[in-house]
């Protein structure tokens, strides 16, 4: 099986066919100006296909070989001429129909580029505000999805008390604090491939792509200066608990933090602050095992 091999109708388990054999993804993209203003990248689908001169999202059927999020970009660039490797993807959403599926990829893109029709499946590719998205006879499943990924178009900033964490764990971290916190640091990038069960219903996403920051301080300020794959460590001139505070009062446009701690009073300054405060055993089990 390969390139193409996605192609075709399917079934599901709700009675309904489907293109794509073996599911099917769009992207989401979208843009947040210096105005806090954001356009939604949509699509015009050509007259003569399913849903014909209908508004949505860039995408189509699945191959084999590809996950949601290659899928998507894959389809969005064989559609239009949107450059795909400036998408910053936050999540993905999932609709199961039973045995068959469509996955919404939800990303940011840092500049509002002019974007044409680079298929005869694409009538037009227009921004459009996203408040002005339901003004537009819109294709029906996107307008049935469109209240969920309206709310999802946020990024999830993940803060890390790596004192805390590390502390959570009796494997003689009082030893090497320093050589306790990058095997933590190294331990996050697993979480480049995305993130499940986010707590409190802080972003809508069934798997997310969160940007991890990593705050150490003490003796473990050196793990600071190395390199992290997905990873941003910051190194607390003072106490680490400050420093964490004073990361959610800059937060970026569109972002919503959670801080990772056990720590009461912090979380009570985090609490204060806006963000979201889970614990450290959440943050373990999606570790890999050690």
Known sequence: MGDGDGDGWAGCGQGHTHWGRFGAAGLLAYHRDAGGQVWV????????????????????????????????????????????????????????????SFTSVTGTVPERADVRPASRETRKAEWVRAEEVEDRKLFAPFAGSWPRLRDGMKKLVLVVDAANVVGARADGWWKDRAGANARLRDELTALNGGVKGVPGGLVPFDRCFPEIVLVVEGAARTVAGEPADGVRVEAAQGS???????????????SVHLVVTADRELRARCESAGAAVTGPRWLLDRLPPR
């Open 240 to 254: 680490g608990d400050d420093h964490i505070v004073d990361l959610l009062g800059r937060p970026g446009p569109g």
């Open 41 to 100: 990248l949509l699509q015009q689908r050509a007259w003569w296909g399913l849903g014909g001169g209908t508004w949505g999202m860039f995408g189509g059927a699945l191959h084999s070989h590809e996950d949601a999020v290659m899928g998507a970009l894959r389809e969005t660039a064989e559609e239009c001429t949107l450059d795909t490797a400036t998408v910053n993807v936050h999540g993905v959403s999932v609709e199961d129909h039973g045995g068959w």
